[in-house]
């Protein structure tokens, strides 16, 4: 199935889910050993300070824009403001298609919403805006935006089928997957309450193949319009999503486990990589629950994995999923490399916590084989979730002890209206934060942890994708502190395209390394990503007043100064 081809974009022969190595490394690469980057100047003995980015500077924000282009965001934004216009979006969209015809419909969204939030159809018509953001210092993600423009209800009956097995949809078995890890019905249609990620609902193994086949495409379109590239997959596009309900259950309950282990060793309430358990006293534990003999259990818990502490933390315990269970048998990838061979690189998408430690522990194992010279997988981290900081230090950890290197993209998280009413309806403990402030704080406590892995560690790597200026500001004051510097391109910045401009532009021409998310597609297929985009920018209330005040003072610049048919060169 395609979930077990995801990595033959990666690179050629065998994946293996081999054990995770438990053995300490040291920290060796240094300053001199800095790798060069495509799009990135070598570091340099005599370092210049960090540049000082200027957000307010229209000028420099707009230089790469034409004034219809402002215009044109000027409205597109103060549109999406509209509480009345969003609430009926849908139905403005279908009206206007009738009375306009196919044809001038197509061409008034190449006008307004589709010029501003997607770059082209094709992999010919995004060449050129890929490459004129190229010229002022911002490279692309690529990701393929089409989507099935499905009823609630048939999201709802795929969900259903795909989530649960025969015995569980004729009622006449149950599930023993914890609540949070079963398909329920309610929540069937993913979409509901998600304004800002793609979603897909599975219908075949063939279907399967046809998204696998896409996301190739796009790899190709990435690696020919640029020389640095992303491009970004998600894992519920590649299976059957029943598998990452029940392998996420799975981690879940082998985690919980050690924390209850750990509580009973009087270590309740330690971050998750200050927890480590007395090996003596748990063997002990696990025999008198009868789970497996005296004999079995010593054989879990060898000088080889434990080395002569007589303790074992989180990731030595999981490293005894592997060895119980053969893990490595169960992902074979027969097929060649096409993202090693292009030069991009994959950002695996974030997506619903019920389906996350899954998605999260197969983009490890990719990691962990494909990213030994340089990071060519990236996993991404939902900042708004309680446990985030926990999962980045976990893998960070890892990733030191294996010798592989670490790529991470940081988020808030997609899902938070979502997985709060889930929560609250199913009854399980809320994944979120409870405040935007706690957000915010584990960000930047995540930030800040992988800054400094950066500092000592030259070939990790972490891309900041926020549109939020505080968060932009406190990671160039981090990097300054931490002597981390653009050329080294360890620290990427990551916006939308059509969105943040004023924050995209002044830092690629300052020389840091920013990307734009760049979704292409033909234009009555990318219908709900432009539906979500104009959601989204009317619930970044702030951040989209802001950037229309900016975008309006540099009209008006250009009016005084006579500038107004500016063309960006």
Known sequence: MALRRIVSVLCPGTLRFAPLS???????????????VPGCGAAEA????????DFGNT?????????????????????????????????????????LGQRLFEKLMKMTFYGQFVAGEDQE???????????????????????????????????????????????????????????????????????????????????CDSHMETFLRCIEAAGGASDDGFSAIKLTALGRPQFLLQFSDVLTKWRRFFHQMAAEQ??????????????????ESVAKMGIASRTEIENWFTAETLGVSGTLDLLDWSSLIDSRTELSKHLVVPNMQKAA???????????????????????LEMQRKFNMGKPLIFNTYQCYL????????????????????FGAKLVRGAYMAQERTRAAEIGYEDPINPTYEATNAMYHRCLSYVLEELKHNTKAKVMVASHNEDTIRFTLRRMEELGLYPADCQVYFGQLLGMCDQISFPLGQAGFPVYKYVPYGPVMEVLPYLSRRALENSGVVKGAWRERQLLWQELKRRLRTGSLFHRPA
């Open 22 to 36: 438990t053995a300490p490394a040291a920290r060796e690469q240094t300053a001199a050993g800095r790798e060069a």
């Open 46 to 53: 005599a370092r210049p300070p960090v540049p000082v980015v």
């Open 59 to 99: 000028q420099e924000a707009y230089r790469s824009r034409r004034s219809w282009e402002l215009v044109r965001s000027l409205l597109v934004l103060r549109l999406c403001a509209s509480p009345a216009l969003l609430a009926h979006h849908e139905q403005l969209l279908h009206l206007t298609r009738r009375l």
């Open 125 to 207: 018509s995004i060449r050129p805006l890929i490459r004129h953001n190229r010229a002022f210092g911002v490279g692309s993600i690529l990701d393929y935006g089409v989507e099935e423009d499905l009823s609630p209800e048939e999201a709802e009956r795929k969900e259903m089928e795909s989530c649960t097995s025969a015995v569980e949809r004729e009622g006449s078995g149950t599930s023993k997957r914890e609540k949070q890890y079963q398909a329920h019905r309610a929540f069937g249609d993913r979409r509901d309450g998600v304004i800002s990620a793609r979603t897909y609902f599975y219908a075949n193994e063939a279907k």
């Open 266 to 283: 009087g270590k309740a309430g330690l971050a998750a990589m200050d927890t480590k358990l007395e090996v003596a006293v748990l063997q």
């Open 341 to 363: 061979e292009m030069g991009v690189r994959l950002m695996v998408d974030a997506e619903q916590t019920y389906f996350q430690p899954a998605i999260s522990r197969l983009t």
């Open 386 to 405: 309680k446990d985030a900081y926990d999962n980045v230090t976990l893998d960070v950890e890892l990733a030191r002890r294996e010798g592989w290197c």
